[in-house]
Protein backbone atom coordinates (compact mmCIF):
# COMPACT_ATOMS: atom_id res chain seq x y z
CA UNK A 1 0.00 0.00 0.00
CA UNK A 2 1.55 3.59 -1.32
CA UNK A 3 -0.02 6.27 1.26
CA UNK A 4 0.88 9.53 1.90
CA UNK A 5 0.04 11.59 5.19
CA UNK A 6 -1.07 15.33 5.25
CA UNK A 7 -1.63 17.07 8.58
CA UNK A 8 -0.24 20.40 10.03
CA UNK A 9 2.68 20.92 11.88
CA UNK A 10 2.23 19.04 15.28
CA UNK A 11 -0.94 17.03 14.00
CA UNK A 12 0.85 14.34 15.47
CA UNK A 13 2.10 13.39 11.82
CA UNK A 14 5.37 12.06 12.61
CA UNK A 15 4.28 9.87 15.35
CA UNK A 16 1.52 8.09 13.76
CA UNK A 17 3.66 7.43 10.28
CA UNK A 18 6.13 5.59 12.45
CA UNK A 19 3.37 3.62 14.48
CA UNK A 20 1.90 2.96 11.12
CA UNK A 21 5.15 1.53 10.12
CA UNK A 22 5.39 -0.69 12.28
CA UNK A 23 1.83 -2.09 12.05
CA UNK A 24 1.93 -1.81 8.48
CA UNK A 25 5.34 -3.16 7.89
CA UNK A 26 5.98 -0.38 5.20
CA UNK A 27 8.51 2.35 6.02
CA UNK A 28 7.31 5.62 6.98
CA UNK A 29 9.53 8.08 4.57
CA UNK A 30 10.43 11.73 5.80
CA UNK A 31 11.98 13.71 2.98
CA UNK A 32 12.49 16.68 5.88
CA UNK A 33 14.55 13.54 7.46
CA UNK A 34 16.39 12.41 4.84
CA UNK A 35 17.57 15.62 4.17
CA UNK A 36 18.75 16.80 7.78
CA UNK A 37 20.52 13.44 7.61
CA UNK A 38 22.57 14.12 3.98
CA UNK A 39 23.67 17.50 5.52
CA UNK A 40 25.03 15.69 8.53
CA UNK A 41 26.99 13.66 6.43
CA UNK A 42 27.75 16.07 4.09
CA UNK A 43 26.97 14.23 0.99
CA UNK A 44 27.06 16.64 -2.33
CA UNK A 45 23.21 16.46 -2.14
CA UNK A 46 23.39 17.70 1.77
CA UNK A 47 25.61 20.73 0.97
CA UNK A 48 22.98 22.05 -1.81
CA UNK A 49 20.29 21.62 0.61
CA UNK A 50 21.57 23.16 3.23
CA UNK A 51 20.56 26.60 2.78
CA UNK A 52 17.07 26.10 2.19
CA UNK A 53 16.77 24.09 5.75
CA UNK A 54 18.35 26.48 7.55
CA UNK A 55 16.41 29.71 6.18
CA UNK A 56 12.56 27.26 5.81
CA UNK A 57 12.32 27.27 2.21
CA UNK A 58 11.44 24.37 -0.23
CA UNK A 59 14.11 22.76 -1.52
CA UNK A 60 13.59 23.02 -5.07
CA UNK A 61 11.97 20.45 -6.87
CA UNK A 62 13.47 18.48 -9.41
CA UNK A 63 15.89 17.72 -5.82
CA UNK A 64 13.57 16.61 -3.78
CA UNK A 65 12.37 14.46 -6.86
CA UNK A 66 15.27 12.76 -7.49
CA UNK A 67 15.80 11.86 -3.40
CA UNK A 68 12.61 10.84 -3.55
CA UNK A 69 12.72 8.41 -6.44
CA UNK A 70 15.98 6.89 -5.58
CA UNK A 71 14.38 6.53 -1.63
CA UNK A 72 11.09 4.13 -3.12
CA UNK A 73 13.17 2.02 -5.45
CA UNK A 74 14.56 0.60 -2.35
CA UNK A 75 14.11 -3.00 -1.58
CA UNK A 76 12.03 -2.04 1.48
CA UNK A 77 9.64 0.12 0.20
CA UNK A 78 8.63 -3.17 -2.24
CA UNK A 79 5.21 -3.91 -0.32
CA UNK A 80 4.69 -0.02 0.45
CA UNK A 81 5.26 3.26 1.92
CA UNK A 82 4.28 6.26 4.03
CA UNK A 83 5.33 9.87 2.85
CA UNK A 84 5.31 12.16 4.76
CA UNK A 85 6.10 15.91 3.97
CA UNK A 86 6.09 14.81 0.11
CA UNK A 87 4.40 16.09 -1.54
CA UNK A 88 4.84 19.41 -0.58
CA UNK A 89 4.18 21.11 -4.67
CA UNK A 90 2.01 20.21 -7.32
CA UNK A 91 5.11 19.63 -9.27
CA UNK A 92 6.10 16.85 -7.09
CA UNK A 93 2.66 15.16 -6.60
CA UNK A 94 2.97 15.63 -11.07
CA UNK A 95 6.29 13.22 -10.89
CA UNK A 96 5.31 11.39 -7.91
CA UNK A 97 2.33 9.96 -10.54
CA UNK A 98 4.58 9.14 -13.29
CA UNK A 99 6.85 6.81 -10.69
CA UNK A 100 4.17 4.90 -9.37
CA UNK A 101 0.41 4.69 -7.90
CA UNK A 102 -1.07 5.78 -4.48
CA UNK A 103 -3.67 3.89 -2.97
CA UNK A 104 -4.68 6.30 0.03
CA UNK A 105 -4.24 9.78 1.69
CA UNK A 106 -4.01 10.28 5.53
CA UNK A 107 -5.60 13.55 5.68
CA UNK A 108 -5.01 15.11 9.93
CA UNK A 109 -7.84 17.59 10.78
CA UNK A 110 -6.45 19.06 13.96
CA UNK A 111 -8.04 22.39 15.04
CA UNK A 112 -5.49 25.39 15.39
CA UNK A 113 -5.62 25.35 19.41
CA UNK A 114 -4.66 21.83 19.84
CA UNK A 115 -1.78 22.44 17.19
CA UNK A 116 -0.59 25.58 19.18
CA UNK A 117 -0.57 23.22 22.39
CA UNK A 118 0.79 20.23 21.20
CA UNK A 119 4.32 21.46 19.15
CA UNK A 120 4.82 23.84 22.40
CA UNK A 121 4.57 20.90 24.47
CA UNK A 122 7.00 18.77 21.69
CA UNK A 123 10.54 17.79 22.95
CA UNK A 124 12.63 15.37 20.28
CA UNK A 125 15.41 12.87 21.50
CA UNK A 126 18.69 14.86 20.04
CA UNK A 127 19.95 11.05 19.55
CA UNK A 128 17.79 8.74 18.01
CA UNK A 129 14.91 11.94 16.89
CA UNK A 130 11.99 9.85 18.83
CA UNK A 131 9.45 12.55 19.62
CA UNK A 132 7.63 12.89 22.93
CA UNK A 133 5.10 15.18 23.91
CA UNK A 134 4.54 16.47 27.70
CA UNK A 135 1.01 16.35 27.32
CA UNK A 136 -0.07 12.88 26.84
CA UNK A 137 3.16 10.80 25.60
CA UNK A 138 5.67 11.73 28.58
CA UNK A 139 9.28 10.49 28.63
CA UNK A 140 9.47 8.19 31.39
CA UNK A 141 12.53 10.15 33.02
CA UNK A 142 12.35 14.34 32.40
CA UNK A 143 14.37 15.22 29.69
CA UNK A 144 15.50 11.82 28.70
CA UNK A 145 14.70 9.60 25.49
CA UNK A 146 12.86 5.94 26.85
CA UNK A 147 14.06 4.59 23.84
CA UNK A 148 18.06 5.97 23.93
CA UNK A 149 18.90 7.52 26.96
CA UNK A 150 19.66 10.89 24.62
CA UNK A 151 18.71 14.40 25.84
CA UNK A 152 15.30 15.80 24.46
CA UNK A 153 15.20 19.24 23.14
CA UNK A 154 12.30 21.59 22.17
CA UNK A 155 12.80 22.87 18.53
CA UNK A 156 13.15 26.39 17.34
CA UNK A 157 10.39 26.57 15.46
CA UNK A 158 8.36 24.84 18.23
CA UNK A 159 8.45 28.30 20.21
CA UNK A 160 4.82 29.80 20.04
CA UNK A 161 5.84 33.26 17.82
CA UNK A 162 6.68 30.89 14.65
CA UNK A 163 4.19 28.27 15.62
CA UNK A 164 1.08 29.99 13.89
CA UNK A 165 3.30 31.65 10.53
CA UNK A 166 4.07 27.47 10.72
CA UNK A 167 0.51 26.94 10.39
CA UNK A 168 -0.74 29.42 7.73
CA UNK A 169 2.07 28.50 4.94
CA UNK A 170 1.18 24.61 5.69
CA UNK A 171 -2.49 25.78 4.62
CA UNK A 172 -1.51 27.92 1.80
CA UNK A 173 0.91 24.80 0.44
CA UNK A 174 -0.94 22.06 1.15
CA UNK A 175 -4.96 22.57 0.50
CA UNK A 176 -4.09 23.26 -3.45
CA UNK A 177 -2.21 19.50 -3.08
CA UNK A 178 -5.28 17.73 -1.59
CA UNK A 179 -7.25 19.57 -4.05
CA UNK A 180 -5.13 17.56 -6.44
CA UNK A 181 -5.63 14.30 -5.12
CA UNK A 182 -9.54 14.98 -4.47
CA UNK A 183 -11.78 12.67 -6.52
CA UNK A 184 -8.63 10.62 -8.19
CA UNK A 185 -7.35 8.60 -4.61
CA UNK A 186 -9.47 7.68 -1.60
CA UNK A 187 -9.24 9.88 1.42
CA UNK A 188 -8.91 8.87 5.40
CA UNK A 189 -9.62 11.99 6.83
CA UNK A 190 -8.83 12.09 10.78
CA UNK A 191 -10.30 14.82 12.71
CA UNK A 192 -8.44 15.03 16.36
CA UNK A 193 -10.76 16.99 18.35
CA UNK A 194 -9.61 15.84 22.10
CA UNK A 195 -6.08 16.76 23.06
CA UNK A 196 -5.65 13.93 25.51
CA UNK A 197 -6.33 11.18 22.77
CA UNK A 198 -3.53 8.89 22.68
CA UNK A 199 -1.76 8.04 19.81
CA UNK A 200 -2.50 4.23 19.50
CA UNK A 201 -6.42 5.05 19.58
CA UNK A 202 -5.71 7.83 16.71
CA UNK A 203 -3.88 5.37 14.63
CA UNK A 204 -6.26 2.29 15.32
CA UNK A 205 -8.96 4.85 13.69
CA UNK A 206 -6.60 5.56 10.88
CA UNK A 207 -6.05 2.11 10.35
CA UNK A 208 -9.68 1.03 10.19
CA UNK A 209 -10.15 3.79 7.81
CA UNK A 210 -7.73 2.28 5.48
CA UNK A 211 -9.29 -1.41 5.97
CA UNK A 212 -12.59 0.64 4.50
CA UNK A 213 -11.10 1.38 1.81
CA UNK A 214 -9.39 -1.66 0.95
CA UNK A 215 -12.21 -3.73 1.28
CA UNK A 216 -14.18 -1.08 -1.32
CA UNK A 217 -11.60 -2.48 -3.31
CA UNK A 218 -12.15 -5.90 -3.01
P1 LIG B 1 10.10 18.88 7.57
O1 LIG B 1 10.97 18.08 8.49
O2 LIG B 1 9.11 18.03 6.80
O3 LIG B 1 9.45 20.06 8.26
O4 LIG B 1 11.09 19.49 6.44
C1 LIG B 1 12.17 20.31 6.79
C2 LIG B 1 12.67 21.08 5.57
O5 LIG B 1 13.13 20.16 4.57
C3 LIG B 1 11.64 21.93 4.88
O6 LIG B 1 11.49 23.19 5.49
C4 LIG B 1 12.26 22.05 3.49
O7 LIG B 1 13.36 22.93 3.49
C5 LIG B 1 12.82 20.66 3.28
N1 LIG B 1 11.83 19.75 2.66
C6 LIG B 1 11.35 18.58 3.19
N2 LIG B 1 10.48 17.99 2.35
C7 LIG B 1 10.40 18.79 1.26
C8 LIG B 1 9.65 18.73 0.04
N3 LIG B 1 8.79 17.73 -0.23
N4 LIG B 1 9.82 19.75 -0.85
C9 LIG B 1 10.68 20.75 -0.62
N5 LIG B 1 11.40 20.89 0.51
C10 LIG B 1 11.27 19.91 1.45
Do not use: W
Amino acid sequence: MNLIIFGPPGSGKGTYATRLQNQLGIPAIATGDIFRETIKQGTPTGKKVEKYLKSGQLVPDEIVIEVLKERINREDCKKGFILDGFPRTIEQAKALDKITKINAIINLQVPDHIITARLSSRRICKNCGAIYNLLNLKPKKDGICDKCGGELYQREDDKEDVIKDRIEIYKKQTQPILEYYKNKVPFVNFKCENIDMPPEKAVEQILEGLRKIGNRKN
